[in-house]
């Protein structure tokens, strides 16, 4: 079974610049979380969906991230413009509905220049 | 708000030695402790969880016991091998949210 995909895997960009990140949960999972992990972090959540609606986004910096998750299942970060502050590695993570155990994705390396 | 404390790192330890992570958290209700581990390059993996007092979680030699009266979820190993060098994560859940610790190193020498 393949695990949670996540695209790019690096991204060098200037500040100011927008990016974008791409996530594919596991199949059949329901709920799908952002965090981002800051160096020598641990991961803090940025949102949660279950199923194409968002139902934790508290921590998201709304005037500059924003997150779709149209049909349920694949689901896009966008930072628009990016800052110094952003550069992190943002990390995607499924899990069934309900479910306590999350399983992540390899996650984007991002540095902003 | 729930939060989870580690040991800071680096913890550098020779192959076979014993292992332990110190891990502590604060949280309202009963929340579900977990350990996660980082391997270099790699997401974050389920290494072991507990999920109510007294429970113990283990996985691949690693294990951690969930002590509600000290609010703790220590992970040891007997026997650590070069392959265990990793970061660790200690993780709390609450209604639905993983809360992490920062994070322990673990450097294994041959």
């Known amino acids: 079974e393949a695990g949670v995909v996540q695209s790019p895997r690096y991204k060098i960009i200037e500040k100011k610049q927008p990016v974008a990140f791409w996530c594919n949960p596991i199949?059949?999972?329901?709920?799908l979380y952002w965090y981002r992990q800051n160096l020598g972090q641990g991961p803090e959540l940025l949102i949660r969906?279950?199923?194409?609606?968002?139902?934790?986004d508290s921590q998201l910096p709304k005037d500059r991230f924003s997150a779709e998750r149209l049909k349920g299942v694949d689901s896009t970060l966008k930072i628009q413009p990016a800052e110094l502050g952003d550069s992190a590695v943002y990390l995607c993570?499924?899990?069934?509905?309900?479910?306590?155990?999350?399983?992540f994705g390899p996650g984007t390396r991002l540095l902003v220049l | 708000g729930d939060s989870v404390t580690q040991m800071e790192g680096p913890v550098t330890l020779s192959e076979e030695a014993f292992l332990t992570i110190n891990c502590t958290y604060t949280?309202?209700?009963?929340?579900?402790l977990f350990w996660y581990v980082q391997y270099p390059g790699e997401g974050l993996q389920l290494l072991l969880k507990?999920?109510?007092?007294?429970d113990k979680g283990s996985n691949k030699g690693f294990e951690a016991t969930y002590r509600k009266e000290t609010t703790s979820f220590h992970l040891e190993k007997g026997s650590v091998q070069v392959s265990d060098s990793a970061v660790y994560f200690c993780?709390?859940?609450?209604?639905?949210?993983?809360?992490f610790g920062q994070g322990t190193t673990l450097q294994v020498k041959p």
């Open positions: 993570a499924s899990s069934l509905r309900g479910a306590e155990t999350q399983y």
């Open positions: 199949s059949g999972h329901n709920t």
């Open positions: 969906y279950e199923n194409e609606e968002a139902v934790d």
């Open positions: 949280a309202t209700g009963y929340p579900s």
């Open positions: 507990a999920t109510k007092a007294d």
């Open positions: 993780a709390l859940s609450n209604t639905g949210k993983l809360i």
